[in-house]
């Protein structure tokens, strides 16, 4: 009996899964990554510390963990490294599977598990939550990373929950067995139904799926290549089992890449990718530099605000993080996990201004608002700082560059189903922008980091799903016209899918731009109509005016 077949009999009357004997497979020890004493002791073993100098904010989920009925049969390890602590992610005899791993030519990775709406969802393992939230396709989608009993890191995916339906936060621990969330129908879903996915080396951190079925099974977490947990070498572990895994590979200088994947993980609300864009905002990544105000070093840090005392470990914001004996802005690390420090703290007072109604806007743009003109400035502006020439001149335009740099630093595929692969052609930009039909239209929304306002506008989505294509190396302009510009022009009739196909022209060009997909269709952010109905990313049929342009 294979492990299909054995999961469906789940299906019937059957409680529960058929314990299997399992042999672990051993890594190789010509593996620099990993050491050899990952399976040290009898037990599973547990996540990496990565906060590098100040711990993870982590609130662990408030109610007490509750069993899943449908926990899989216990294997008897040939290893003798400990339990297998697995459950199936819904309960036995509450769900079907309505799609299966590698569907869709291939493009299908993970496994559909049809099932009631608000059917509770369980955590298959011991982890930690580095995703919880909003993302293109799934419309919502919980990530966790954990390590199996062979020492293997992986990630388990969880896709389609309504924002109603995920009950824990990035940053949360969670144990096997533990609800995480509840079945819906979000984003790109033509039904209840949960997509599940497992992805041996991490999500963020350079691996791939594979079929979760024999897994939920009992088998082994294979080795793909991504993260490694257990590694002497912790640029290795690429921020696995914390934010810093959606920083993107080879985008910040080799020598400083570890220290931003670190401070990605000192608390949820403030990213690897965030820290780094504001860092090339702030430095360019060059050492040594001193402002005309004499802020110092790689994160700019004022003097007084360096050994100012962090309000919540009562520790000063710059700390001897890489270990050297001294604390200094001058050190790599201690800067860039100082930098992480301040803007978390600035972050958690600005959620409790909001949430006290004596300020308003979105939190991360008010908080590197902070970080420039100071938190002050926020709370006294009731929003983003207006008080001052320099808020208009300096404060406004250095928000508005960090954010749209930060894409840039990011891993692709971190905001949801869509990864380029490499060689995929324009095509991926058709692919990415499926992702977001059922979008809501919003004047302004969306460029490179996605969605905006929760939404977007015609060249809003182009940019996007051109960015997410290339892997962050194509960045369009932000207005059709401007798009017009780039890449080359196409004759309609030679067309293929992820060309950008324009319309409505006037004299300063097209007004209006979207995908083509096939059969001449076009992925489009269109704008409701006076009645204020429809609208949104749809697919529609090409207009009549339209020219294409290729731009990967």
């Not at 995920?166 to 940053?171: I, Q, S």
């Not at 590979?249 to 990213?271: F, M, N, Q």
């Not at 402002?291 to 360096?306: K, V």
């Not at 060309?499 to 704008?527: C, E, H, W």
Request: glycine share 16%; with cysteine; hydrophobic share 40%.
């Amino acid at each position: 009996m294979n492990a299909r077949t054995i999961l469906m009999t789940t299906l019937g009357s059957v409680i529960g899964l058929i314990a299997l004997v399992l042999v672990i497979v051993l890594p190789a020890a010509d593996e620099t990554c990993e050491t050899g004493d990952i399976l040290d002791g009898s037990s599973a073993p547990t996540l990496p510390e990565l906060g590098g100098g100040d711990e993870r904010a982590a609130a662990t989920s408030a109610p007490a963990p509750s069993s899943n009925p449908a926990v899989t049969g216990t294997p008897s390890l040939a290893a003798g490294v400990g339990p297998l602590r697995r459950t199936l992610p819904l309960e036995t005899g509450t769900f079907t599977i309505s799609d299966v791993f590698g569907s869709r030519g291939g493009d299908h990775k993970g496994i559909d598990m049809a099932a009631d709406d608000g059917t509770t969802i369980y955590s298959v393992s011991d982890g930690r939550v580095v995703a919880a939230g909003p993302a293109s396709g799934f419309g919502n989608w919980i990530v966790v990373d954990a390590v199996d009993t062979n020492g293997r890191a992986y990630s388990a995916v969880y896709g389609h929950m309504w924002d109603s339906g995920v009950k824990v936060r990035t940053g949360d621990t969670v144990t096997a067995g533990q609800p995480i969330g509840m079945v819906g129908s979000a984003g790109e879903s033509s039904g209840p139904h949960l997509h599940f996915e497992i992805v041996p080396g991490g999500r963020f951190t350079g691996g791939r799926q594979i079929d979760p079925m024999p897994w939920l099974d009992g088998a082994p977490t294979p080795d793909v290549g991504g993260a490694r947990a257990f590694s002497a070498d912790p640029r290795c572990v690429r921020g696995f089992g914390g934010a810093g895994g959606v920083l993107a590979d080879g985008k910040v200088p080799a020598e400083l890449e570890i220290w931003y994947r670190r401070a990605g993980t000192v608390c949820p609300e403030i990213s690897s990718s965030l820290l780094a864009a504001q860092a090339k905002q702030e430095s360019g990544f060059r050492r040594g530099l001193t402002s005309p105000a004499g802020a110092q070093g790689l994160a700019q840090f004022l003097p007084g605000t360096a050994a100012g005392i962090n309000p919540d470990d009562g520790l000063p914001y710059v700390l001897d993080s890489d270990g050297n004996g001294t604390a200094s802005v001058w050190d790599d690390g201690d800067a860039i996990i100082g930098q992480a420090r301040y803007m978390c703290a600035i972050a958690r007072k600005v959620a409790g201004w909001i949430a006290e109604g004596r300020v308003s806007g979105d939190p991360t743009a008010l908080t590197l608002a902070g970080y420039n003109a100071g938190e002050g400035a926020v709370l006294a502006s009731g929003g983003m700082p207006n008080q001052y020439a320099a808020h208009y001149s300096e404060t406004r335009p250095y928000v508005t560059n960090i954010l749209s740099m930060e894409p840039m630093y990011r891993a692709p595929g971190a905001q949801g189903r869509f990864t380029p692969q490499p060689g995929g052609g324009g095509e991926q930009i058709a692919e990415a922008a499926h992702d977001w039909l059922g979008t809501p239209y919003v004047w302004g929304g969306g460029g490179a980091q996605g969605p905006s306002g929760g939404g977007f506008d015609a060249p809003g989505l182009t940019a996007a799903a051109v960015f997410a294509a290339s892997a962050g190396e194509v960045v369009l302009p932000r207005t059709a016209e401007q798009q017009w510009e780039s890449g080359v022009e196409v004759p309609l009739r030679r067309a293929v899918a992820g060309d950008l196909v324009f319309s409505s022209f006037g004299r300063q060009g097209p007004a209006q731009v979207g995908i083509y997909t096939r059969n001449g269709q076009v992925i489009q952010a269109v704008p409701p109509v006076r009645s204020g109905g429809g609208g949104g990313v749809v697919e529609v049929a090409v207009p009549g005016d339209a020219r294409a342009r290729r731009v990967l």
